[in-house]
C-alpha cells in the first residue's frame, strides 16, 4: 500500500470517528437538557394574566405586581388537613391593598380525608372574601405513594362537595399526567386550572386557567414565579369575579 492510500485510509476514519463524535455528543446534550417550562400564549386573546405564590417565593411586593399588568393572584392557603402557608394571611391582605384580583389554592394530600382537606382550607381563610373560585391541586409529585387513584378520587369528591356544600366555586389545578390518572372522564364538568407548556395547553378539553410558565418573571417578586393566564378578556374574568364574589367569596 502506498503512503498516500495509507494516509487517505486514516484521513477517513477519523473523519467517521468526528462525525459518530459529533452526532453522540448532541444527543447527550439533547438528553441532559432541562425540560422547557414555559410557554407564551396569545396576549390579544388573552390579555388577563395572572400568578402564583406561597411562602416558598418570600416577601412580594403586590403593587409592582400590579402595575406590571397582572390582574390576578392565587395564594396557597393550606395542604392536607391541618397545614396552612406561613405567609397566606400577609399575603391576602397586601394583594388586596394593591387592587388585584384575589384566589385561594390547597394543596390536595392523597392521604388525608377529603372533607377535612375542605374544612382546613375554609378555617386557613376565616371568613377572607376572595374573588375567584377556590383552587384544589391535584399532583402526584411531592405527595405520597402508592396510594390508589379509587381512594383518591373519593378523598377529592369530598373535599369539592365539602366546599361547595359552604357556597363556594371550585377549580381543579393538575398537570397532564394529574389530568389524565385524577380529572378525565371524573371531574370533567369541573372547571380545569391546567400546567402545560405546550400551546394549545391540553387537547381536548377545555380550561379556566393556564400555568404555563414556571419561570416567569414579574416585577415585584424575587427570583422565577409561576405565570397563569385565564381563558377569556376582561369582560369574561369581571364575570367570573363577580360570580365568584357572589356564591360565596363575600359571605
Known amino acids: 500500500m502506498h503512503d498516500s492510500d495509507r494516509l487517505a485510509r486514516l484521513l477517513a476514519a477519523a473523519f467517521v470517528a468526528a462525525v459518530g463524535l459529533a452526532v453522540l455528543s448532541l444527543g447527550v446534550s439533547r438528553m441532559m437538557r432541562p425540560r422547557a417550562d414555559h410557554a407564551d400564549p396569545d396576549r390579544a386573546r388573552y390579555p388577563m394574566r395572572g ?7 418570600g416577601l412580594v411586593d403586590f403593587r409592582r ?3 406590571d399588568s397582572v390582574a390576578f393572584v392565587f395564594l396557597k392557603a393550606s395542604e392536607g388537613d391541618s397545614f396552612r402557608d406561613a405567609t397566606f ?3 391576602y391582605f397586601r394583594a388586596r391593598q394593591a387592587g388585584l384580583a384575589v384566589g385561594a389554592y390547597h394543596f390536595f394530600r392523597f392521604d388525608c380525608e377529603g372533607w377535612r382537606q375542605g374544612d382546613n382550607m375554609l378555617r386557613a381563610l376565616a371568613g377572607k372574601p376572595v374573588d375567584l373560585p377556590l383552587a384544589i391541586d391535584i399532583e402526584e409529585a411531592h405527595n405520597a405513594a402508592a396510594v390508589p387513584t379509587g381512594e383518591i378520587v373519593v378523598q377529592l369528591h369530598g373535599m369539592i362537595d365539602y366546599l361547595r356544600g359552604q357556597g363556594y366555586d371550585v377549580v381543579l389545578y393538575t398537570n397532564k399526567s394529574g389530568h389524565h390518572r385524577f380529572v378525565r372522564g371524573r371531574f370533567s364538568d369541573m372547571p380545569l386550572w391546567i400546567s402545560s407548556f405546550t400551546n ?4 381536548r378539553a377545555d380550561w379556566l386557567f393556564w400555568q404555563h410558565s414556571h419561570s416567569g418573571r414579574v416585577r415585584g417578586v424575587a427570583g422565577h414565579v409561576d405565570l397563569n393566564t385565564f ?3 376582561s369582560a369574561a374574568f369581571r364575570e367570573l369575579v363577580a ?3 357572589a356564591t360565596g367569596g363575600e359571605r
Do not use: E, K, W, Y
Open 65 to 67: 405586581v400590579a402595575a
Open 200 to 203: 394549545p395547553p391540553i387537547s
Open 51 to 57: 400568578i402564583d405564590i406561597s411562602a416558598h417565593n
Open 243 to 245: 360570580r365568584s364574589q
Open 89 to 91: 394571611d400577609d399575603n
Open 231 to 233: 381563558c377569556g378578556d
